[in-house]
Nanobody, 128 residues
């Protein structure tokens, strides 16, 4: 089993920045990739970004490219999401997820239904 704990959410003005962290514990050696997903009020949960544990290949949803950066520190079993130039529409609960399945394409980790482990989420509120 793997446990995921997110932190770093909060209230920020439009144009500002936040960095989310996701600390993994347990059988972290089983993780192939980790990702960030978000759910805005009244909307379905959507993929944001993913990163492979080995090699560090990344994949992003188009709406955050150039603004968000996902990174990892394998020694700390932690994944980060640096969010810059935040917009009101980025307001959501952000969830960290981990997948133990190996895929040759990082794009495959954008499927939330394939993720094996989930954190409880951290709220990001962007004021306009």
């Amino acid at each position: 089993q793997v446990q995921l704990v997110e932190s770093g959410g909060g209230l920020v003005q439009a144009g500002g920045s936040l960095r989310l962290s996701c600390a993994a514990s347990g059988r972290t050696s089983s993780i192939s990739a980790m990702g960030w997903f978000r759910q805005a009020p009244g909307k379905e949960r959507e993929f944001v970004a993913a990163i492979r544990r080995s090699g560090g290949s990344t994949y992003y949803i188009d709406s955050v490219k150039g603004r968000f950066t996902i990174s990892r520190d394998n020694a700390k079993n932690t994944v980060y999401l640096q969010m810059n130039s935040l917009k009101f529409e980025d307001t959501a609960v952000y969830y960290c997820a981990a997948d133990s399945t190996y895929y040759s394409s990082t794009y495959r980790y954008s499927d939330q239904y394939g993720m094996d482990y989930w954190g409880t989420g951290t709220l990001v509120t962007v004021s306009s």
